[in-house]
């Protein structure tokens, strides 16, 4: 079976218990942790910020913390998740000024960067800078909100990011976020995706670790 990595969008989190939540989420099977920043300007939403993924290393999350930047500009911020004990770095291509000098800022400090690719936008930008590049994040939904519906054409944009990492030959992650369920994750998988955000998914279901363990079994059966 392939190395599937399971990161649920703490978005969906109960955020008064968030220490407690992604312990739970830990305990229950998930790889790492997936980040959400947004800014009230690129995306029209406000969520949370560098202080809270240095408190969530205080509190003494050991797991990886994946950072969604959904912010613009992004240069800005970079250092201070870098600080923050970021494991991933990821941004939007239409929010840098210059995306081969934020994923270099990035990778200088020895975190893991991405892109992300809205649902219309092209994956023009990658083919320029994909050797500095560990993550290709795909969003299947509009990015801004958690709970919305997995957009259907994802799936071919999907095949074609698989075709163009396994052309380059290198080690990239490929990750996709929004509507990821028990019931497409296996398809999404069929796809060519190896990394999995899901927030209300999991966080809206009684038991974690049940929602965990089907989407692993989703997950072994691939054929791909
Ligand atoms: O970044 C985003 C939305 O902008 C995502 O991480 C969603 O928060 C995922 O939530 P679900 O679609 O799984 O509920």
Do not use: W
């Amino acid at each position: 079976m392939k190395d599937f990595l399971i990161a649920p969008s703490i978005l969906s989190a109960d955020f008064a218990r968030l220490g407690e939540e992604v312990d739970n989420v830990l305990a229950a099977g998930a790889d790492m942790v997936h980040f959400d920043v947004m800014d009230n300007h690129y995306v029209p939403n406000l969520t949370i910020g560098p202080m809270v993924c240095k408190a969530l290393r205080d509190y003494g999350v050991k797991a990886p913390i994946d950072v969604h930047l959904m912010v613009k500009p992004v240069d800005r911020i970079i250092g201070d998740f870098i600080d923050a004990g970021a494991s991933y770095i990821t941004f939007h291509p239409e929010a840098s000024e210059h995306i081969d000098r934020s994923l270099q800022m990035i990778k200088a400090s020895g975190c893991k960067a991405g892109l992300v690719f809205n649902p219309a936008t092209r994956l023009d930008h990658l083919e320029y800078v994909i050797d500095k590049v560990d993550m290709v994040l795909l969003m299947s939904v509009n990015p801004g909100f958690g709970g919305q519906k997995f957009i259907p054409q994802t799936l071919n944009k999907i095949r074609q990011a698989r075709q163009l990492i396994d052309a380059s030959g290198l080690d990239i992650r490929l990750e996709i976020d929004g509507g990821v369920s028990t019931s497409n994750i296996r398809e999404i998988a069929e796809a060519g995706a190896d990394t999995f955000v899901a927030g209300s998914a999991i966080f809206n279901a009684p038991d974690y670790k049940a929602v965990i363990d089907t989407m692993r079994t989703e997950l072994s059966q691939v054929t791909a």
